[in-house]
């Protein structure tokens, strides 16, 4: 074992040096170099003093006034994910989730901590998204003491009890909300995804076929609905079964929400789809405001002369223009974007030079088989015969860079476009949900074990966005995957030093300091364990984290 200072070119012609630990292994006749650590580059560590600092603490650890004997005395042992870890049990322990769980296993004992089987949970999900027999192999590949003597077993039990504390935790999320980001929750914005299901066996009545988001129609699924704040913070989730229409999703949602939330002012904003004459009426029994999208399509004629018409459009912000029109006693509102208005009348334009080629050239086998521009042609006759639909092109232009708005609040057109638009943060938060925390496809075959899964997912997507959040409001134009880049940099690393332990925290990447800062904690020290002398530790539970 030995220091090795290992050249490499860099694009610019340079040569950089970097301090490596490194050893020689034998294989056959031919003996070659092995990096164990890479420390860095040398003119770095020289520079900044981590190059003395860290021959003077190993002399302090051998506890001789000389310089230890590196190929001797020194082990390299593993390098693990220590920053990110600890970076997001900050955002965890804001958000005041831990107390909730832990208040209830003080009051019911425990063989095993629920609460740190449910943040390994967690913050895999944010890490590295894995089954639940991933996860506690996943375990082991990260410093974090409290989570080594947890079991499969544990993670699966701990899922089971998160779901008794759904409404305590939704209930602390709601508060929490305010008194981190200083805003009142009056404007409830909800949506609905759906999340496939492989497997074949089934326990769950919760998995059924329905209309798929995801276009898969042949698969069973579930569907999830999300309550979020106006700036996109998850107030709280459902599942319900896989065939549910979204419309009686909301009629569920807007009940739990008189039961629940103690909210002075409810708005609900959801999309086209949901809106239906029974639907809002019960709405407003409820004693809620409503915005909601309208199918510009399904408008009759008179209507649609009406709100579609150009005069009126007062200016709201750049590439937003509104107007308001009262019809049948309800109240409209009809939302402009001139720039995404020419935008799809040159996508038309495109796509009608694309159809009326294939007219031509094309069999009806082939519109069979591929029917993406079927709205734009006719088939007439025994024989199918296809023709552009010129009258349906004509129509088209009205609808350009429109969307339309029905409404009971007594907020301004400009406000209700703006509440509208902000249901972005839901299609947001369905992204981060199904690609980066990667809630689907989903394995888990009892009601119970889904829910619990998704709740997980939930909660994974709470943290996320709080991250986010504190990120932004610290920096604005800081880029969050690469803060979290740059704390998963942040390694612990083991060292034997003759009969002692070392753990210690790697080098912070510049972008891992605002990483901390936004995650509430002060940034880890450069030892987190130091065995005493002549013990070696044999358990977790001597470790030391901070």
Not at 263 to 281: A, E, H, P, Q
Not at 342 to 348: I, L, N, P, S
Not at 392 to 415: H, I, M, Q
Request: some cysteine; hydrophobic content about 40%.
């Amino acid at each position: 074992m030995y220091f090795r200072i290992k050249r490499q070119k860099s694009k610019d012609g340079k040569v950089r040096e970097y301090l490596c630990v490194a050893k020689s292994e034998r294989n056959g006749r031919q003996v070659r170099q092995k990096t164990l650590v890479n420390l860095g580059r040398l003119d770095e560590l020289k520079e900044s003093g981590n190059l003395n600092r860290l021959a003077a603490k190993l002399n302090e650890l051998v506890g001789k006034q000389m310089l230890v004997d590196l190929t001797r005395d020194i082990t390299p042992g593993w390098s693990k994910h220590f920053g990110v870890i600890q970076a997001f049990k900050g955002i965890w322990k804001k958000l005041d989730i831990s107390r909730v769980l832990l208040e209830e296993e003080e009051i019911s004992g425990k063989e095993f901590s629920f609460h740190e089987a449910i943040l390994a949970m967690v913050i895999n999900r944010l890490v590295k998204p894995s089954s639940k027999l991933e996860t506690w192999r996943w375990k082991d590949r990260v410093y974090e003491p409290a989570w080594e003597t947890l079991n499969l077993q544990h993670f699966y039990r701990a899922m089971d009890y998160l779901l008794l504390r759904k409404d305590a935790i939704e209930e602390a999320l709601l508060k929490r909300s305010g008194d981190l980001f200083g805003k009142q929750v009056d404007l409830v914005l909800f949506d609905t995804t759906t999340i496939k299901y492989w497997g074949e066996a089934s326990d769950s009545l919760l998995l059924k076929h329905g209309y798929s988001k995801e276009k898969r129609m042949d698969l069973r699924q579930i569907i999830i609905g999300v309550l979020m704040s106006q700036d996109g913070f998850p107030l709280g989730h459902e599942v319900w079964e896989g065939n549910q229409s979204d419309i009686k999703s909301l009629k569920i949602v807007v009940s739990r929400l008189r039961d629940r939330y103690e909210i002075n002012r409810v708005v609900i904003v959801c999309d086209r789809g949901m809106v239906s004459d029974k639907n809002l009426r019960e709405i407003e029994e409820a004693g809620y405001e409503y915005i909601v999208g309208v199918k510009m399509r399904s408008l009759d004629a008179s209507k649609k002369n009406v709100l579609l018409s150009m005069p009126g459009f007062e200016p709201v912000k750049e590439n937003l223009w509104v107007k308001e029109q009262k019809l049948e006693g309800r109240r409209y509102l009809v939302c402009y974007n001139p720039v995404e208005a020419e935008y799809q009348a040159k996508q038309r334009e495109y796509f009608k030079a694309i159809i009326e080629k294939k007219v031509a050239d094309y069999s009806f086998k082939d519109w069979i088989v591929k029917n993406g521009y079927r709205k734009y042609i006719n088939l007439e006759g025994k024989d199918f015969q296809i023709t552009m639909d010129y009258e349906r092109l004509k129509e088209e232009p009205v609808y350009d860079g429109k969307w339309v708005l029905l409404t009971n609040s007594p907020y301004s057109s400009r406000e209700c476009a703006l509440y509208y638009k902000s249901l972005s943060q839901v299609e947001q938060g369905f992204r981060v949900l199904k690609k980066e925390i990667q809630t689907g496809p989903i394995y888990h075959w009892t009601t119970r074990r889904i829910q619990g899964h998704v709740f997980i997912c939930f909660l994974a997507l709470v943290v996320k966005v709080a991250f986010r959040k504190s990120l932004q409001a610290l920096n604005p134009g800081a880029i969050c995957s690469e803060v979290i880049q740059a704390l998963k940099d942040v390694k612990a690393m083991k060292f034997k030093i003759k009969d002692r332990i070392l753990i210690m925290r790697a080098e912070l990447p510049e972008l891992a300091h605002l990483g901390f800062q936004a995650s509430g904690i002060r940034i880890p020290g450069e030892i987190l364990y130091l065995s005493p002398e002549n013990v070696v530790p044999t358990s977790a539970q001597n470790l030391v984290t901070h």
